[in-house]
C-alpha cells in the first residue's frame, strides 16, 4: 500500500506541497536514499518553479506559465542555434536577428519613426563638418545618422506536426515538439508581426494553442490525415496577409482522408486501391493550397520509398522544399529554412523552389 501511494505520488503530483509532505524516512526505508535524496531535490525544485513563477496550479494539475513558456521556448531555441553554431563552416548560412528587420548596413539621416540604430562615427562625424573642428562636439538634430533597415514582409505559417503513433513510438515526438516551441519563441521575439499557427495530425488534424502546446501528446490512433491536416491549415491561413506557408513534419506517407461524407477513413490495411484514393484526395488538397498561393515545405524522418514517392509528387505540383532528415537535427534544417524563407520573401519573392 506504501508502494502504491508513492507511485501514485510520483504520477501525479497535484501541488509542490505533496512532494514536501512525502515520509522521506518512509521513502527511504522502501526505496533506499538515492531515491529520497532525488524526491527531496524534486520536491525543491517544484516550488522554487512556482515561486519564480514558471508554473502554476490550476484544476488540481501544475502546468507551465506563459512566462514558463516563454521560458522553454528562449531556452530551445538557444539549443538550436548553439549546435547551429558548432556546425562545420559554410554547412548552414549564418542570420543576424534584429528587432522584426533585417540589417543592410547602408545608413541614412534620421526621421521621425526610424528606428534609433545610431551610427555614431557617422553622427559626429557629420556634426564636426556642420560645426567645425574642437571640442565638446555640438550635435544638433539633423547630425544623427542611423543604420537603414530592410523591413520584413509579413508571412503566416502553420506548423503541421506528425502526431501518429509512429512519431512516439519511435522517439520523434518530443524533438519535432521542441522544434515548435523554439520557433513560437523565434517568431513571438524576433517576427511579433507575424502569424504562427500550430497543428497536429494523427487520424484528424486539430489545432493547438502555444499554451497548450507543452501538454500537447499523439493520441495512439493509427492514422496520418495529411489531407485534413492541408484542409485545416488552409482555412487557417485564408483570413491572413503576407507570404503563406505550410511546415509539414512527419515520418510517413499519408495513410488516412476524409470521405465526402465527412468521416475520416484509415486505408493503410484496405488495400493499394484505397490507399490510392489517400494520396489522390491529399494531392487535391495540396493542389489547393498550390492556387491560394501556399506553400508547403516537407520535413523528412524517414526515408521510406512510400514518403520519398509522395513528397516528391507534393514538391512538383506545390514548388515548396523537402528536406531529408532526422530527429536530431530538424531544428536544425527548419530553422535555417524558416529563416531563408523570411530573407526570400523580404527580396521581394515567394522563393519557392523543389529541392
Known amino acids: 500500500a506504501d508502494l502504491d501511494r508513492l507511485e501514485d505520488l510520483m504520477n501525479n503530483p497535484a501541488s509542490p506541497q505533496q512532494l514536501a509532505e512525502a515520509d522521506m524516512d518512509r521513502v527511504r526505508d522502501l526505496l533506499g536514499d538515492e531515491v529520497a535524496r532525488s524526491m527531496d531535490k524534486l520536491s525543491k525544485l517544484v516550488k522554487e518553479m512556482e515561486r519564480e513563477g514558471l508554473i502554476r496550479q490550476r484544476d488540481g494539475k501544475l502546468e507551465v506559465t506563459p512566462r514558463g513558456m516563454r521560458q522553454i521556448g528562449s531556452k530551445a531555441l538557444r539549443d538550436i542555434f548553439s549546435r547551429l553554431a558548432k556546425d562545420k563552416p559554410g554547412q548552414h548560412q549564418q542570420h543576424r536577428f534584429g528587432q522584426g528587420h533585417e540589417r543592410t548596413y547602408e545608413t541614412k539621416q534620421y526621421e521621425y519613426g526610424d528606428p534609433f540604430n545610431l551610427d555614431l562615427q557617422r553622427t559626429i562625424r557629420n556634426a564636426l563638418r556642420r560645426g567645425g573642428q574642437g571640442t565638446p562636439v555640438k550635435l544638433s538634430a539633423e547630425d544623427f545618422e542611423v543604420e537603414r533597415t530592410e523591413h520584413l514582409t509579413r508571412s503566416a505559417t502553420v ?28 517568431m513571438s521575439s524576433q517576427y511579433p508581426r507575424d502569424y504562427l499557427g500550430i497543428l497536429l495530425f494523427g487520424h484528424l488534424a486539430w489545432e493547438v494553442k502555444p499554451d497548450e502546446l507543452m501538454e500537447a501528446t499523439p493520441p495512439g490512433m493509427q492514422g496520418t490525415n495529411m489531407h485534413h491536416a492541408m484542409a485545416t491549415a488552409r482555412r487557417m491561413l485564408a483570413g491572413q496577409s503576407g507570404n503563406k506557408q505550410i511546415i509539414m513534419i ?30 489522390e484526395a491529399t494531392l487535391r488538397e495540396a493542389m489547393r493550397c498550390t492556387k491560394e498561393n501556399i506553400t508547403i515545405n516537407t520535413f523528412m524522418l524517414d526515408a521510406d520509398q512510400y514518403l520519398v514517392r509522395f513528397v516528391e509528387q507534393l514538391t512538383s505540383m506545390n514548388g515548396g522544399r523537402a528536406f531529408m ?31
Open 250 to 279: 512527419t515520418d510517413g506517407e499519408p495513410t488516412a482522408h476524409i470521405t465526402p461524407q465527412g468521416d475520416p477513413w484509415f486505408t493503410y490495411f484496405d488495400g493499394w486501391d484505397a490507399q490510392q484514393l489517400t494520396v
Open 325 to 355: 532528415t532526422n530527429a536530431h537535427d530538424l531544428g536544425n534544417y527548419v530553422m535555417v529554412d524558416f529563416l531563408d524563407h523570411k530573407r526570400r520573401t523580404t527580396r521581394g519573392g515567394r522563393g519557392r523552389r523543389a529541392s
Open 159 to 186: 506548423l503541421m506536426l506528425d502526431a501518429s503513433y509512429s512519431m512516439y513510438r519511435d522517439d520523434r515526438w518530443g524533438p519535432a515538439k521542441k522544434v515548435a516551441v523554439a520557433l513560437q519563441s523565434l
